[in-house]
């Protein structure tokens, strides 16, 4: 193992210029702005102290730039992964109390170990099986969610903790006679100030804007009607230490909770770092990431932080801001830690009214109607990813919806791959005599040999597919009574222990017919596992060929001479 690779970030501080710094301090300064009010409604979410936002703001940026491998992807609180801390732990604790505020840190603690074993198992390729799907149903389900919960703190209506999302809106109804229109006056400013700063000016943080103006009208307001609450002062100070609860009781109570935070977290996280890398033209190590945010977890539960990931927004800020190098991300946490215990006293002046308006911008912007549009018109498949995923983040509870969705993505996967596709070929009459081609029927009009069947199988004969390719191959010896058949190995990707197995028993049932199975091209690490799965030994080496020419030349002499006196259609060299 070297150096590098345990300390990643070496690699890029060889990039640290005078100019770099510059760039990375304006992108820094810029991130720290706009996470100011994120920080604050994400923990309000996550049903934590606002103050715990802005905690894990300041310290898992740091640690997840410098063990991660992406130059501009920006971590620290999220909605999605704070709407599944509140649903996880409420169940657990009353939001608020400090056994609430314990079991988030220990959740947060587990999650990272997931994270940091997932990437020291070399694991990042298995994000790639999970479809993006999965996470655009789930962030719009929890868009829903997160304005349903707001609905109460901006018309004044009573709702008890912990209800449903169906039973909420049951509340909600019952207790319209209860709505406080000054409390919606309150949040409609604070949503319209917000969305009128982004559109006129789209550099200044509209949501800090749109807090400090809903603070001004709840300050007009306040001698019309009793029910404005505030958010409360914020401390102003450092991130304190803390210590998650390790009792054996929580970590097997939190432990499925954890593994559904941690599994979203990695999802996002890589997500976000390729879409930018995209345009940054980087290239991501997932294993890396997936270290990078496991130890940004782990060590940020022991400074009041809870469980973060990666945030599109602040990270597509840093990379437009100019950011060079992960030093815009520490510099973020910095400038954050300044602008607090500079202003934490103005929070006290917040209203939760002016909060819930920020909250439910926020929610709007979650749902990726673009993605939705698209998927729904194009893709049947991906559209049941899709709504399941959003359905079960509505009805059930969000961590089964997680699971729910990953392993839907991974069912249609593996429903593509178990049936590959196996093209029909033949050669092609126009080719070069000494350079055999061969090209799919259904693409030319050319003739096939009456007793050879060549095929293509594309990507991978596993346990999975073998099915679909036995049934082919027994489609044409029982259909079409042929007994020669060659397999146009260069799309074949692996063939795993049942693969072999099944081809064998194919090559004997042809053999016993005076036939055979016939294989060309096979690709060098296939042949190898070929080779030391005894697979070549047990069908034979003369039914392995490096050429067309070469194997078209060896089944020709084993065809059935008077049918070929017979034949019209002489495709072969050795025909004529």
Request: glycine share 6%; proline share 4%.
């Amino acid at each position: 193992m070297t150096l590098t690779s345990l300390f990643p970030f070496l690699v890029w501080f060889r990039l640290v210029t005078r100019d770099s710094i510059k760039a990375d301090l304006l992108a820094g300064l810029t991130g720290a702005v706009i996470v100011l009010p994120q920080g604050v409604a994400f923990a309000t979410i996550a049903g934590l102290p606002p103050e715990y936002g802005l905690y894990t703001a300041m310290v898992t940026p740091v640690i997840a730039a410098l063990f991660g491998s992406s130059f501009h992807l920006v971590s620290g609180p999220t909605t999605a992964i704070s709407i599944v801390i509140f649903s996880a732990i409420s169940h657990h604790a009353e939001p608020g109390t400090p056994e609430f505020l314990s079991l988030a840190l220990t959740l947060t603690f587990l999650a990272g170990v997931y994270q940091l074993a997932f990437g020291l198992a070399r694991l990042g390729a298995l994000v790639n099986f999970v479809s993006h799907t999965v996470v655009i149903g789930f962030t719009a389900g929890a868009a829903i969610l997160i304005a349903t919960s707001q609905v109460k703190h901006i018309t004044g209506i009573f709702v008890p903790k912990g209800e449903s999302f169906l039973h909420t809106w049951a509340d909600l109804y019952q207790g319209i006679g209860e709505i406080n229109f000054y409390l919606i006056l309150i949040a409609v400013i604070t949503l319209l100030t917000a969305i009128a700063t982004k559109k006129v000016f789209p550099k200044i943080p509209n949501l800090l804007i749109g807090m400090i103006i809903g603070s001004f009208a709840a300050l007009y307001l306040k001698d019309y009607t009793s029910g404005i609450k505030l958010v409360g002062e914020i401390p102003a100070h450092l991130p304190p230490f803390s210590m998650p609860d390790f009792s054996f009781v929580s970590i097997r109570m939190l432990a499925p909770e954890a593994f559904a935070v941690a599994l979203l977290g990695l999802i996002e996280a890589v997500s976000i770092s390729r879409a930018v890398a995209t345009k940054s033209e980087q290239r991501i190590n997932s294993n890396q990431e997936f270290v990078g945010q496991g130890m940004s977890n782990m060590f940020g539960s022991f400074f009041s932080s809870y469980a973060g990931s990666g945030s599109f927004t602040r990270s597509g800020v840093n990379y437009e801001a100019g950011a060079k190098t992960p030093l815009s991300a520490i510099f973020a946490a910095i400038f954050l830690v300044i602008i607090v215990l500079l202003i934490a006293p103005l929070t006290a002046y917040l209203p939760i009214a002016a909060m819930g308006g920020i909250i439910l911008l926020v929610a709007y912007n979650l749902i990726d109607i673009h993605h939705i549009k698209q998927t729904l018109s194009f893709s049947k498949s991906e559209s049941t990813i899709l709504l399941t995923t959003f359905a079960a983040t509505l009805f059930l509870e969000l961590e089964f919806a997680i699971y729910l969705g990953v392993l839907l993505s991974l069912i249609l996967f593996l429903a593509k791959t178990s049936t590959p596709n196996i093209p029909i070929l033949s050669i092609d009459a126009d080719s070069d005599n000494n350079h055999r081609k061969f090209i799919a029927v259904d693409e030319k009009p050319i003739q096939e040999c009456p007793q050879l069947k060549i095929i293509r199988i594309d990507m991978s004969i596993y346990f999975g597919s073998v099915n679909h390719i036995q049934k082919c191959i027994s489609d044409i010896t029982e259909k079409e009574k042929i007994k020669h058949i060659l397999i146009e190995a260069s799309g074949i990707n692996f063939i795993d222990l049942a693969g072999a197995e099944v081809l064998v028993a194919e090559n004997r049932r042809l053999i016993k017919q005076n036939g055979g199975l016939y294989f060309v091209g096979l690709k060098p690490s296939v042949y190898e596992f070929a080779a030391k799965s005894c697979f070549i030994k047990q069908i034979g080496n003369n039914h392995f060929f490096d050429t067309k020419s070469q194997v078209i030349h060896h089944i020709y002499s084993r065809l059935d001479k008077k049918t070929c006196s017979q034949c019209k259609v002489k495709i072969f060299n050795e025909c004529k």
